[in-house]
């Protein structure tokens, strides 16, 4: 593998806030100018459309509020249906579904995740307490959701059907006592198997799908013991003559090492990394596979700073970590038909730098940007 030392970004996209999502549109292509848009949210503002080109410009925005309560909902993921006509954003224990041709307007579809008196009735099979953290399309048409109470549910129709089946990695906490909540969900390329990483766990779960959420092991020793997300991705395999042939789970750790696990759908119970490399010095967060090239890019940082620290004086209690992202759900003891954003204790990884938080010293502080590492590599197989 080799890395390329001198990247410099195409584009810089700048908020008033903290960026809770970002989605990129599928049919984004450099050579056509029309498609190249992304898709970000921030803390109470409405889903924003922009082009790379044009940055500082919002091309749409697409608001997302509480029906009850007329409040902002944060989103905390996005999804795209198979079409890229309707974008799907997850926020606290509800689902939105917007259509893209038509800017400004409430979402199309509001359903939610977790039971209640007033559930709709195609999805009485969910059980999503919590914010929906993760989302992930399959070929098929299968949304799979994962919520930071540690639950996945799949929905049928692109997530406009029924829910055909949810389940949890596990009842209440983990055994170690640790707060922890899913991250990430991935399909891989058939859609037979979902791949399910948390917070705090050094496991990716894998999951047959054709059997209803049955557990077939765990992908280990990714090095994810951390509050922070850590991202991983799914990169095709081809043979010598380029005909399909499995694909690898690809994975970051808070080492700075990337890891990977050939066909791990082939295995079962504890299935061990292929192979690794030290990407970076500081934990690798995210990574994403080049589906057409074999190529990947990884980002790596995060908060440090020692107790001698010390924080402006704003009025603000700055005992919180800003490390802390894990979510910790309440017993589900809110109403019906209402639902506060602010009711958990505890934090999503994109709330763990608060803008009204900042360092005296910022040379005291530091984080993987400017180091001699690097923010982002791009590697070449």
Known sequence: MMADPAIEPYSTLETADNITSFAVSPFFSIADPSTTCVFHSTYDQPVQCRNVFEPGKVLAAYPLFNPQTEEPMRVYCMAFSRDGQRLLCGSQAHIATFDLTRPGAQPVSLFKTSPGRKAQRRHELADLRGKVSSMSMSNDGLLAAGTFARNIGIFADDGAGECITSFSLSNGRRSDGTDAGVS?????????????????????????????????????????????RIDFDIAPRTDGTGNWDGYNVVSGGTDGVVRVWENPHEKRDQIEHTYEWQAHEETVCGIAVNPWYPMLATSAGHWRWSQEDEYESDGDDHS?????????????????????DDSESGSSNSESASSSRTLSNPSKSRSTEGAATGWMKIWEA
């Open 184 to 228: 990430m969900v991935r399909w891989c390329p058939s859609g037979s198997y979902l791949y399910a990483a948390e917070l705090n766990s050094d496991r990716i779960h894998m999951y047959d799908i054709r059997h209803t959420g049955r557990s077939l092991g765990a992908l280990v020793g990714r090095r994810g013991n951390s509050s922070q």
């Open 320 to 340: 919180d970590s800003f490390d802390s992202c894990s979510d910790s759900e309440s017993d589900d003891s809110e109403s019906d038909d209402s639902e506060s």
